[in-house]
């Protein structure tokens, strides 16, 4: 455990963006080396993917995400990150694993030294997986299609996890959709710059911005059905540089969550309906603009499977740390494996936080889990989760 605790402190020192995680990569892949593992880097970008044949029998697939995030640390702990980096849009941005990907990470690592030394115990293939790109959910795409099931054998069931703020030591879980489909869209809203004493001889795309972002929290309130779930948010809003010049263009940054298809479409059609009326109602002489850049499906844990697992993990971490949790309104591309090899996904939350009160959440700058017994936890539940599926020897 101190050399995971020196690798998880080295991580998170050294954070790295989405699609730039090369050092992150190499690091990991010099500690599967060791252990037996034949080791593929490069995979959908700098993946890593380590196989480890032990014999007939199952292949089971572990995965961690290992990309962080434009945020600036604020935990003040001594291996806190200063480290900066350059976002897709060119800016100078902090960097900070936020969301606990240096301990997904880590723990991977810890499970596959565990389970290689503890061969003569299981026969199958254990294929191990560190993801780039998870914050952009692009990396297990970018995975898929570089020939991840291709090149490697396919698995029968994707296992995986990931830190939160619950106490530390506990395992939270649920059955059928847990995690919610994400898409996000870039709208950019046309109009006619010019001087703010004169705004006739404009057309304010300032103003069809606002009025957008008010009326697309109607989407939910009366487009969804009550008994459905769904979530509108605009995270980004930006238009001009001067407080006295109306600009030509307003952009919007739009994500939505749903958990089944006919909302997603309902969903999709109003965001477009809205920004295009109150184009026309502004008087925009141009249509505007749509990037729809993201979409991963939901992540549905396979109820069997799942229950399975838990059940391993009850008899070894006992009932009182192993709880039910509601679907979450999060999102995360692990799903994409398990759907495009048409295999069952056992994805699961376990805690990092000493106490249940004020727990920062994920993408705070104060997101910190505790080294102890977070880290020991993630690995023991990757061990389990794997032993559950691989074929006992003893």
């Known amino acids: 455990m101190a050399d995971l605790t020196e690798l998880y402190q080295d991580l998170h020192r050294n954070p790295e963006l989405s699609l730039q995680e090369s050092r992150t990569a190499r690091v990991l892949a010099e500690e599967l ?204 809003l930006q238009a001009g540089a001067k407080d006295n010049i109306i600009p030509d263009t307003a952009e919007l940054g739009i994500s939505m969550r749903t958990y089944s298809a006919e909302t997603r479409d309902v969903v999709r059609g109003a965001i477009e309906r809205i920004v295009r009326a109150e184009a026309a109602a502004g008087g925009a002489e141009r249509d505007p603009e749509f990037d729809w850049t993201v979409s991963t499906p939901v992540l549905v844990n396979d109820a069997d499977a799942t229950e399975t697992t838990m059940a391993t993990f009850v008899r070894h971490f006992g009932e009182q740390r192993v709880t039910r949790m509601p679907r979450q309104a999060a999102s995360e591309d692990v799903g994409v494996y398990g759907e495009v090899a048409g295999v069952p996904t056992v994805f699961w939350f376990w805690g990092g936080f000493e106490s249940a009160d004020s727990l920062p959440s994920n993408h705070s700058p104060e997101f910190a889990p505790v080294i102890e017994p977070t880290l020991s936890t993630g690995v023991e539940a990757l061990v389990l989760a794997a032993r559950t599926w691989l074929d006992d020897r003893a």
């Open 33 to 236: 080396r060791p252990l037996g593992f034949e080791v593929t880097t490069g995979v959908g970008g700098h993946g890593v993917v380590g196989l480890l044949r032990n014999g007939d029998g199952p292949v089971v697939m572990l995965r961690a995400d290992i990309d962080a995030l434009p945020v600036q640390e604020k935990t003040g702990l001594s291996y806190a990150s200063t480290a900066r980096g350059t976002d897709l849009a060119g800016n100078d941005v902090p960097v900070m694993h936020a969301c606990g990907h240096d301990m997904h990470a880590t723990c991977l690592v810890g499970a596959a030294a565990q389970l290689a030394d503890a061969k003569d115990a299981w026969s199958g293939t254990l294929l191990v997986v560190f993801q780039p790109a998870e914050e952009l959910a692009r990396g297990a795409r970018a995975m898929v299609e570089d020939g991840l099931f291709e090149r490697f054998p396919k698995p029968n069931i994707v296992l995986g996890q990931h830190v939160t703020s619950l106490p530390a030591g506990v395992i939270g879980y649920g059955t059928g959709p847990m995690l919610s489909a994400m898409d996000a869209v870039q709208v950019t809203l046309h109009g006619r710059g010019g001087h703010g004493s004169m705004p006739e001889k404009t057309i304010d795309p300032v103003l069809m911005a606002a009025n957008v972002v008010t009326r697309l929290q109607g989407i939910v309130a009366r487009e969804v059905a009550p008994a459905d779930t769904a979530a509108v948010t605009v995270g980004r």
